[in-house]
């Protein structure tokens, strides 16, 4: 054999071996990348693995309902038919879901309201979607690489013309489409959105459960709206609800795990007691597959509707009152329809002055250019007016406690003057008055003797200017704070007016505040006000909702108690015990005696309920039209009190030569009475 083959052959064992040890040292690398995989990376993976795979989908429960003090429904859940769609992971193009709502247009109608919500940006994306190639034609070629996709989109949709969609906008079928797409376009993934659940036909239902098949991610379901029993009687107070998330608070709602399509109080109550109405979301988990199909769920918490609240309103005697007020604005306009032209609103509300628990609120309101009266709730704590001689408890308070002026100080009533001001003076000449009497008759000059010493003037004269210290502004409106006037109630509600308050003026001005014809007040801010003199002087918190109970097993039943409202006291006046209570029986010489301004307003049977309190009147105008607003606050029995109620009407006329309709009288009269013969507790109650 040749020296040159034998070399030939030790050289074969050599490149064989090389082969061998670059394919070990492959596999090498290979086990190691996968030890780095499984065992440095693994659990990093893992949880990508998981992530992608399994989901959780919280899904909406009924909300909790609303009761009135004798456990009567007031907002209820009715089931009704719902169609929803489920969108997979990730969600579904906007092509199938234009698909999908094109199927739907067949089958079910959108009401009208959902028809006259399309915008023109909706018929714009509709119309891009029928002909996205003609619209991506009017994007440029350098517009295509200088913009991102959202700019892209957003450019193509500024040039498409109205030329372009105003077919659609007669187009019935079109807009059907449009707005079934909206709602699949707001829908979250995994999570049921209801299409339409409002007046669900049988056949419409029928026809989808029939052919859930062709129709992805569409099913149908029983769901459940918002009922009231009493034909929207105080619906501002109990507020309403709404499916999304209000615009401008996406923050708020997000970061409290709210969805898109979740139904959330707006207003009223059902805005306030929100956190308790909206109860424990169903709570699921899906698998997908790698393709986002749902591959298996399951259960993981039923989750619970929202917890009741039980009101303190008596919902007989708010309906009562409802019709009272309503009845007593007619009679106004009818008696006076001249005079009282401007006359739209009376406000009215009767509470505990012990606890803060409201029994009935009534706004009623005419519509003048629909000539129709409307309930208007809400106006007891957002309509704020000149409330006038009401006032003047508060105002002595501030005298005694500023020791201006003594108990049993007498002023002579007569008309006062200062330089650069018209004349002033009270209804009528009282002469030498006490302070007892100042409220009885409702003397003007005696408030407005202690405004000025309040500014430090001492030495009133006739005519002449007078010297004061503008901080008089402050210090009594300081006194006006502490018994609910110009404050925030603290009432159960989202939002509430605290009036108008007015800048530091001339001495004048300081004699009208005295009076209560500066600033501006509720009807709400008057029950604070009468109730804190009632009770002894705490300011409490009115509110609506007294007890909160768990769901109930049984339809339209309260369940267990889970908390009870106590009175909350938001602050003790400064005012003395023996102060309070001389203000307490000026109060009383209004309703009980002779020359009390509402002595001779009262009813027979009223006159029985030993009612203390105060009337009030205030000047105003509309244009050149002399106006008067009229109040009235009191509350019963005087010695031991467990009702108290405030009444604004703004706006009366002045009627020449005649007497206006006694509409804060008459209100008064009929809702106490119908409050002692029906929902009064007997002395037994009232003892324990």
């Known amino acids: 054999m040749s020296k040159k083959r034998k070399k030939k052959r030790a050289l074969l064992p050599f490149r064989l071996n090389v ?3 670059i394919v070990f040292l492959l596999f090498s690398a290979l086990v190691l990348q996968l030890g780095v995989v499984q065992i440095i990376n693994g659990e990093e993976h893992q949880a990508v693995l ?60 959108m ?18 979607l029928l002909n996205a190639k003609e619209a991506d034609s009017r994007i440029t070629a350098s517009e295509k690489e200088s913009l991102d996709d959202t700019e892209i989109y957003d450019t193509t949709l500024e040039r498409i013309t109205e030329d372009d969609y105003k077919e659609l ?9 449009i707005a079934i797409k909206r709602e699949l376009d707001s829908a979250t993934e995994l999570v049921p959105h209801v299409i339409k659940n409002k007046n669900v036909t049988e056949e419409e239902y029928a026809t989808i459960a029939e052919n859930m098949g062709e129709l992805s991610g569409i099913n149908v379901a029983t769901d459940w709206e918002r009922y009231y029993p009493y034909d929207g009687s105080l619906s501002g107070i109990l507020g309403g609800i ?17 969805q898109l399509n979740d139904r959330i109080g707006t207003s009223g109550l059902e805005k306030e007691y929100e956190s308790l109405l909206k109860g424990d979301k169903k709570r699921v988990r ?28 008596n919902m007989d005697f708010q309906k009562e009152l409802d019709k009272i007020v309503r009845e007593e604005l007619k009679g106004a306009k009818n008696k006076h329809p001249g005079a009282n032209r401007y006359l739209e609103d009376a406000m009215a509300v009767m509470l505990n002055p012990n606890t803060g628990e409201i029994y009935a609120a009534s706004g009623q309101h005419y519509d003048r250019e629909n000539n129709k009266y409307e309930s208007a709730d809400m106006n007891t704590v957002f309509t704020a007016a000149a409330v006038g001689s009401t006032v003047k408890g508060a105002t002595l308070l501030a005298g005694y406690q500023e020791g201006v002026v003594d108990m049993n100080q007498t002023f002579v009533d007569k008309a006062m003057k200062i330089k650069g001001t018209p004349e002033k003076s009270s209804w009528k000449t009282m002469g030498p008055i006490n302070d007892l009497q100042a ?43 502490q018994v609910g006037l110009g404050v925030e109630t603290g009432i159960d509600l989202p939002s509430e007016s605290t009036g108008y308050v007015g800048t530091t003026g001339q001495a004048g001005n300081l004699l009208d505040f005295s009076i209560g014809q500066f600033d501006t007040y509720t009807t709400m801010q008057l029950a604070q006000y009468i109730s804190t003199i ?42 003395t015990d023996e102060q309070i209570n001389r203000v307490k029986q000026g109060f009383k010489m209004v309703f009980q005696t002779k020359n009390g301004t509402a002595y001779g307003h009262l009813n027979e049977k009223t006159k029985t309920y030993n009612i203390a309190g105060k009337t009030g009147t205030a000047q105003t105008q509309i244009g050149q039209t002399k106006l008067e607003n009229w109040t009235l606050i009191g509350y019963a029995d005087a010695d031991n009190p467990d009702i108290a109620f405030a009444i604004m009407v703004p706006n009366l006329g002045t009627i020449s030569g005649g007497q206006q309709y006694p509409i804060t009288y008459n209100i008064a009269n009929r809702a106490l009475e119908y409050y002692y013969e029906h929902t009064a507790p007997d002395d037994e109650d009232k003892s324990e």
């Open 50 to 109: 998981e992530e992608t795979t399994n989901d959780i989908a919280e899904i909406s429960v009924p909300r909790g309902m609303i009761y009135d003090s004798e456990g009567n429904v007031i907002v209820g859940n009715e089931p009704v038919y719902s169609i929803t769609y489920t969108p997979p992971k990730n969600g579904d193009s906007a092509d199938k879901r234009l698909e999908i709502a094109t199927k739907l247009a067949d089958i079910i109608k």
């Open 169 to 177: 906008e007669n187009d019935d079928k079109a807009k059907q489409i």
């Open 439 to 481: 409220l009885q008759m409702s003397s003007n000059v005696y408030m407005f003797n202690v405004a000025l010493r309040l500014g430090g003037e001492y030495n009133y004269k006739y005519g002449q200017s007078v010297s004061f210290d503008h901080d008089a502004f402050r210090v009594l409106r300081n006194y006006y704070n």
């Open 534 to 575: 009632a009770n002894g002087g705490y300011r409490i918190k009115p509110h609506f909702v007294s007890e909160i109970h768990e769901p109930s097993n049984e339809k339209d039943k309260l369940g267990p108690l889970a908390e009870t409202k106590s009175p909350d006291v938001l602050n003790k006046i400064t005012a």
């Open 19 to 21: 082969l061998f040890a």
């Open 242 to 258: 709404k499916t999304g998330i209000p615009e401008g608070e996406e923050d708020y709602y997000k970061s409290r795990n709210y």
């Open 111 to 128: 009401n009208d309201k959902a028809i006259d919500k399309i915008t023109e940006r909706e018929y714009k994306e509709y119309w891009y």
């Open 286 to 313: 899906y698998v997908t597959d790698n393709n986002n199909n749902i591959v298996s769920q399951d259960v993981i918490s039923e989750g619970s509707r929202g917890q009741d609240l039980q009101l303190s309103i």
